[in-house]
């Protein structure tokens, strides 16, 4: 399938200290890109989202960067609180239907524990 | 509290069952999709509404039928299922799956959890 992994790759890291979560996407054709957080029994919430025009957008205590020539993605969370674990999904836009829509896939999924 | 409200929350039902699983949202988008999601892995698409027309279909197994009666309700009625089929099921929304408009994020409920005995 597309999404491939026995394991979720977990990022621990100490409270107050700064998080970096990855992703690699596969299609260069990709052209929209979001980062879900996914808590315990819950679907997955929105946090920020970037366009392939841009290589880097921030928001409150966050931000992505994308470079396309990798075809990487990440998530920069400053000042990470214990509110911060969870489950952290890249998602790319990728065409679909020859072209007249597209279907928004998950990458693999991160898990960030943070120590207090 | 999301947006996109999902029904029931919980679910067990036997192979030989017939269930809905329902989704509801009344933010006025007009695209609506599910996508199953497996313990430790990410939410896998299953089927894509645009304007109330099944849009994708991700060659999901017939014993999977989704329904869209209008554009703030979608069901997924389930018969035949196998204990495979066992996972969280997410709805979720977006203003439309235009080419032009699409890149807007999929607003996502809760779920419900289906256990297949």
């Known amino acids: 399938g597309e999404n491939v992994g026995l394991h979720l790759p977990t990022l621990s890291v100490q409270e107050g200290d700064n998080s970096i979560i990855n992703c690699a996407y596969s299609?260069?054709?990709?052209?929209?890109f979001i980062w879900y957080k996914q808590e315990s029994g819950k679907g997955p919430q929105f946090i920020i989202d970037?366009?392939?025009?841009?290589d880097k957008r921030q928001g409150q205590r966050v931000t992505v960067l994308l470079n396309k020539t990798v075809k990487h993605l990440s998530l920069q969370i400053a000042a990470t609180q214990p509110g911060d674990s969870a489950v952290y999904f890249c998602?790319?836009?990728?065409?679909?239907?020859?072209?007249?829509?597209?279907?928004?896939?998950f990458g693999t999924g991160t898990l960030l524990a943070v120590q207090p | 509290d999301t947006e996109v409200t999902q029904t029931p929350k919980h679910l067990v039902m036997g192979m030989t069952n017939k269930k809905s699983l329902k989704c509801e949202q009344h933010?006025?988008?007009?695209?609506m999709y599910w996508y199953k999601q497996k313990a430790k892995k990410p939410p896998e698409l299953m089927f894509v509404?645009?304007?109330?027309?099944?849009?994708i279909n991700e060659s999901v197994p017939s014993r999977f039928s989704p329904e869209c009666p209008n554009s703030s309700l979608l069901n997924l009625h389930l018969h035949a299922l196998q204990p495979e089929d066992s996972a969280l099921y997410l709805c979720?929304?977006?203003?439309?799956?235009?080419?032009?408009?699409?890149?807007?994020?999929?607003?996502f409920g809760n779920g419900t959890r289906l256990t297949v005995t």
């Open positions: 979720a929304s977006s203003p439309s799956r235009d080419r032009e408009t699409s890149n807007s994020p999929l607003h």
């Open positions: 299609n260069s054709a990709s052209d929209y």
């Open positions: 970037i366009r392939s025009n841009m």
């Open positions: 998602a790319e836009n990728r065409e679909a239907d020859g072209g007249a829509t597209n279907k928004l896939i």
């Open positions: 933010m006025g988008h007009r695209a």
């Open positions: 509404y645009s304007y109330e027309k099944l849009s």
